[in-house]
């Protein structure tokens, strides 16, 4: 079904969101680009199906403009660890509001929530703040040029939509396809960039060394996740430190989603490898808007002869959110028990997979489990992918294939949602016993890549 076909449906009153699609409409009206982060665009979802605006959240539940309310396995993209609208994060985001936010001169807060993630994050010796998780790349990356007097830039994996990172796609429009998205095109990314930003492969100590060597002396710095779906391999993350400080690039860690989740002080602190700086943002603050660089002395400290500057960036309620949320993390066993919760989920998920006998797998860490399909052509992924969301969000789940926690989702959520991912599979075992997915689908094939809308 096309998505005139599901507009048309919604306006005669029979789509399952039909209030969102109304929106969606206006939005694509009035919103540059509709969404305002690229993954909640609506055609990447069940388009007609899946929910596209919320009207409220708690805990681990949303309720969207049509009233249906769901578990939320999506959590803000991983940005909201606590739970919606977390007791103690609130009251001191509304306390802080009501004190106003504090931008004519420097807020104490800034050096409150600063030595609080000096005291979680190891290589946490002085601290910058900004609104993002991009943002805080962008910052890094300054820095990191700044204090080597390089520009180029080897990485690994998704940093953002900046014009360092995706100046990668200048050469050639596939380089980001395996690290971000395929379809990237680098409109409006300055041609001069060409070269600047070279991919290397995760797990693959020769293909840094490789990106190294061809540009001996050029590298300001190194950044990737630690880890996301794969782990590191035994010696890759040493190894990565080793050639960095062989070649006197900066290594930066990008911990916007690993950061107070893999462990209280993130990946660095679990693999016990320390990089230069490192970069925070979503569940720093629990879905309020900051974001923050954390590095060595040596590195940070030329951050005063470069200028980086804005108003916004130490605006106290994002401050006074981050500070109640990180004393959450030092406070109470939020990382651990979001790891027992995904452990626990993944057995579920394994089991009704088994059940159904559908080909799939769990692939991820036990914070960010992710649903596989496996052996099958390239050609169903997408048509599956959007079945299995149609099938879950009818029944009042949200998320997926990638699933994000939180500390307020209960056992009883838990039992809920792998019985509805266990009805979700029965219908794709179906499905493909019958080898016509469409058949099952009261959707358009959800849109993967990046594509242009308009
Ligand atoms: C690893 C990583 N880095 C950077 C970003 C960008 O963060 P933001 O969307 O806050 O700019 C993301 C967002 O998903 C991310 O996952």
Redesign the pocket.
Same mark, same amino acid.
């Given at each position: 079904m096309n998505p005139s076909k599901i507009e048309e449906k919604a306006r005669l009153g029979v789509s399952r969101v039909p209030k969102s699609l109304e929106l969606y409409d206006r939005a694509k009206e009035l919103i540059a680009g509709r969404t305002h982060?690229f993954g909640r665009r609506a055609e990447m979802h069940a388009y007609g199906i899946s929910p596209i605006y919320s009207a409220r959240q708690q805990g681990g539940y949303f309720w969207d403009v049509d009233g249906h309310k769901y578990i939320d396995f999506n959590m803000g993209?991983g940005a909201v660890l606590l739970g919606h609208a977390y007791p103690t994060v609130v009251r001191a985001v509304q306390d802080q509001a009501a004190q106003v936010t504090g931008l004519s001169i420097n807020h104490p807060l800034e050096l409150e929530t600063a030595e609080l993630l000096a005291e979680l994050v190891p290589c946490a010796e002085m601290v910058r703040f900004c609104k993002?998780?991009?943002?805080a790349?962008a910052v890094a990356v300054r820095i990191a040029r700044a204090a080597t007097g390089r520009d180029k830039v080897a990485f690994c !994996?998704?940093?953002?939509?900046h014009d360092w990172y995706l100046a990668a796609n200048l050469a050639s429009e596939s380089t980001l396809s395996k690290h971000l998205l395929p379809g990237i095109t680098p409109r409006g990314v300055p041609r001069e960039l060409e070269g600047t930003a070279l991919p290397f492969e995760y797990n693959n100590l020769d293909s840094l060394r490789q990106v190294l060597k061809d540009h001996s002396g050029e590298v300001a710095c190194v950044i990737l996740?630690a880890a996301r779906s794969y782990l590191p391999e035994a010696g890759f993350l040493e190894g990565v430190r080793d050639l960095t400080r062989q070649q006197g690039a900066v290594l930066i860690f990008?911990e916007?989603?690993t950061g107070f989740r893999i462990a209280r002080g993130g990946a660095q602190e679990y693999y016990n490898v320390i990089p230069d700086m490192a970069t925070f943002?979503?569940c720093i603050s629990n879905g309020f808007a900051l !974001?923050a660089v954390a590095g060595k002395r040596a590195v940070m400290e030329v951050a005063v002869d470069s200028f980086i500057s804005s108003v916004y960036w130490a605006e106290a309620t994002g401050l006074a959110a981050g500070k109640a949320t990180l004393r959450e993390y030092l406070n109470q066993p939020v990382c651990a028990a979001v790891q027992d919760f995904g452990k626990t989920f993944v057995v579920g998920c394994l089991r009704v997979i088994a059940e159904c006998g559908v080909p799939a797998s769990m692939i991820g860490l036990p914070f960010f489990p992710s649903l596989a399909f496996r052996n099958l052509a390239p050609e169903l992924l997408d048509p599956l992918v959007t079945l299995y969301m149609q099938e879950t969000a009818k029944r009042g789940l949200f998320g997926g294939p990638g699933h994000f926690f939180c500390f307020q989702h209960t056992q009883s959520d838990l039992a809920a949602v792998v019985e509805i991912i266990g009805a979700a599979l029965a219908t794709i075992r179906k499905a493909l016993d019958e080898g016509d997915i469409s058949k099952y689908l009261e959707c358009p094939v959800r849109q993967s890549g990046f594509r242009r809308l308009v």
């Open positions: 982060l993209a993002g998780g991009g943002e790349n !994996g998704y940093h953002g939509w996740e990008d916007v989603v943002a979503k !974001g």
